[in-house]
């Protein structure tokens, strides 16, 4: 059973550019979420998908947007990159159906650097 | 705001020795999740343990287990007969209750701990 799997694990940008970091979710889960965990911090919550709609977001600039497919992956995209956007980007999938025992599985990340 | 605070940036232990990591966090829910996930060098976020806010008993896995104290908003993580495959990062982490079809993950800052042979 593959895991929650993300490309790719390493990226190189130019502040200014745009990217595209991609999710694929853990056999069985439809709901993504997406965190960026700088370097010796915790992950921060960017939004999360379910059913192709953005259902929450956390504190962060309209540079950071997503899309679900209706096979449940997902992307990231950040717009005008900046230094500060360098980071881990961790894909999270779970399923609703499991109600209240719901919980996250990670994939191993995508590390942007933005130079 | 939910938070979560891990006090101790870094920890050593002994191997075959027992640790504790802590944690406490800042909520007003009733109905909420604690979770313990560790972050080897290979970046993949692993489940360490996990506690639901509406039971009392502490969880346990093996050689992990937890103390939560609901009143006080402490969770910490007790790791015994540590081993070093136990080195790594630990996040605890707070999940928001499921509403509206939606929750998310709250982190602490994490602790990194070492394993001494």
């Known amino acids: 059973d593959a895991g929650v799997t993300q490309s790719p694990t390493h990226l190189i940008k130019t502040r200014g550019q745009q990217v595209t970091l991609r999710c694929s979710p853990k056999s069985g889960h439809d709901t993504v979420s997406w965190y960026q965990q700088a370097l010796g911090q915790g992950p921060q919550f960017i939004f999360q998908?379910?059913?192709?709609?953005?259902?929450q977001r956390g504190n962060f600039p309209d540079r950071f947007s997503g899309h679900q497919f209706p096979n449940y992956s997902s992307e990231l995209n950040v717009n005008a990159l900046l230094l500060g956007d360098s980071a881990l980007y961790l894909c999270?999938?779970?399923?609703?159906?499991?109600?209240?025992?719901?919980?996250?599985?990670f994939g191993q990340g995508t590390r942007l650097t933005v130079v | 705001a939910q938070t979560v605070t891990q006090s101790q940036p870094e920890m050593s232990v002994q191997e075959a020795e027992t640790v504790t990591l802590s944690c406490t966090y800042d909520t007003s829910e009733s109905d909420y999740y604690l979770f313990w996930y560790k972050q080897p060098p290979s970046r993949q976020m692993i489940l360490v343990i996990r506690q639901e806010a509406y039971k009392q008993q502490n969880a346990t896995e093996n050689r992990f287990s937890v103390n939560f104290q609901k009143a006080a908003k402490s969770f910490s993580l007790k790791i015994s007969d540590s081993q070093l495959g136990d080195a790594a990062m630990y996040f605890c982490a707070y999940r928001t209750p499921y509403t509206s079809g939606t929750y998310k993950y709250i982190f602490g800052t994490g602790t990194r701990l070492k394993v001494l042979a």
């Open positions: 998908y379910y059913e192709e709609e953005e259902r």
């Open positions: 999270a999938s779970s399923s609703p159906w499991t109600g209240r025992n719901t919980e996250a599985f």
